[in-house]
């Protein structure tokens, strides 16, 4: 009998969520700054099935529409600085977790803000039983940022162009604005849509960052779920978790 083409669906996730249907993880970053050596990460298999996690660390750049890349040559990499283990998390069982620990190896020599980033990916066992045809087996990478910090490093924060976009065709309304960073580090926090007077906060969302190589990234708030009144106020605040407490807010009339 032929054997089934197998084929892998790659989900490839960038601390935009940290829960999949696959897995979850417990962090959406890691800071080190001076005094910091050590943290960990647990990788939760939610799925119902057994799984075995796999961790590697690559460099990535942002872009000004908010957005990853691979870097071959990023100039402030961490990625000599961190070591990671263990690198495979083998046969974890439905509702178990794998911790991975993160160690900081060294610190970096001169003062500024240095990152890499750390890739967990699912494997899922062989397939077996499985009548002749195609088979698709979805995998799911999450990648996160690990940032080392060295010296006193500062920024501040701008919310520039907001504006409402409506796509009639496909039924879709969103604000796009751009988020502005002045500084020798990255921000990092949430967005909130307020009604500007009423103060009520019609919809927060999460996790939005601009990192050290660039002054700005363009993102956006679906909100087509909601209804809009004609006078807005968005704010960004940084979490203070992660080293910052930068505000920056803006009006706008729809």
Do not use: C
């Amino acid at each position: 009998m032929p054997l089934p083409r197998i084929f892998t669906l790659v989900f490839f996730i960038l601390f935009s969520s940290h829960s999949l249907s696959q897995m979850s993880l417990d962090k959406r970053r890691i800071l080190f700054s001076d005094g910091d050596r050590r943290d960990e990460i647990s990788a939760m298999n939610i799925s119902s099935e057994f799984q075995s996690f796999r961790i590697s660390i690559t460099d990535m750049e942002m872009t000004e529409n908010g957005r990853l890349k691979t870097a071959d040559n990023y100039a402030f990499s961490a990625r000599e600085f961190i070591r990671v283990g263990p690198r495979l998390g083998k046969n974890v069982p439905p509702g178990s977790a794998q911790k991975f620990r993160v160690l900081k190896r060294s610190q970096p020599e001169e003062d500024g803000e240095y990152r890499t980033h750390i890739t967990i990916e699912t494997l899922l066992p062989p397939a077996q039983d499985h009548d002749e045809g195609f088979l698709v087996r979805p995998s799911y990478r999450y990648s996160i940022p690990v940032i080392i910090r060295v010296g006193e490093l500062e920024a501040t924060a701008k919310i520039l162009s907001p504006m409402l976009e409506e796509h009639k065709n496909n039924a879709t309304r969103k604000v796009t604005f751009t988020l502005y960073k002045d500084g020798n580090r990255s921000i990092y926090g949430d967005v909130e849509l307020i009604d500007a007077e009423s103060n009520l906060v019609i919809k927060k969302q999460k996790g939005f960052a601009v990192y050290a190589e660039i002054d700005q990234a363009k993102f956006f708030i679906d909100v087509t779920d909601v209804t809009l009144p004609n006078n807005l106020l968005l704010r960004f605040s940084e979490d203070p978790e992660f080293g910052g407490n930068a505000i920056a807010e803006t009006n706008f009339t729809l």
